[in-house]
């Protein structure tokens, strides 16, 4: 498994009329937190898509338990559970400041060759870098 947190402070124009943070605002704190957590590990987007892949989002699941608010510090942590094959299955919570659940969510990305529009395999040297945390499956 592999797993990294990021803090995400909340902006005002994150924010609706009711004064919560914004449903939709939550799919780009599990980007952030996935970015940052593949980037912790050595590898980004911009590096796979150099090399002519692409991770296109196949589904997405959202289970909000509790609002968060202006200025709140969240902690986005981040999971990669499964070891990857043609996906990778991203599983996140974000927690306020006081360790309070605010959401659960999922994210399914697919390997897509630029090239053929087709899912491919994870690149080889994506998995090597992975490889010593999935050592048992």
Do not use: C, W
């Not at 150099?50 to 969240?74: N, T, W």
């Not at 990669?80 to 990778?88: A, F, G, V, Y």
């Not at 087709?118 to 050592?135: D, L």
Request: no cysteine; proline share 4%; charged share 30%.
């Amino acid at each position: 498994m592999i797993s990294a947190t990021t803090e995400v402070r909340i902006r005002y124009s994150e924010t609706d009329k009711m004064g919560y943070v914004y449903y939709g605002n939550y799919a780009q704190f599990f980007e952030i937190g996935r970015t940052n957590m593949l980037r912790e590990y050595g590898m980004t987007y911009r590096e796979m898509e150099a090399q002519g892949i692409m991770l296109p989002v196949r589904s997405m699941e959202i289970r909000y338990h509790s609002p968060a608010f202006y200025d709140d510090l969240l902690t986005v942590s981040s999971f990669l559970r499964k070891k990857p094959s043609k996906r990778l299955e991203f599983e996140h919570e974000i927690h306020n400041e006081a360790g309070k659940l605010i959401v659960t969510g999922k994210v399914e990305l697919v390997f897509v060759s630029e090239k053929t529009r087709r899912p491919t395999n994870a690149p080889e040297y994506f998995m090597k870098e992975i490889e010593s945390f999935f050592e048992n499956e």
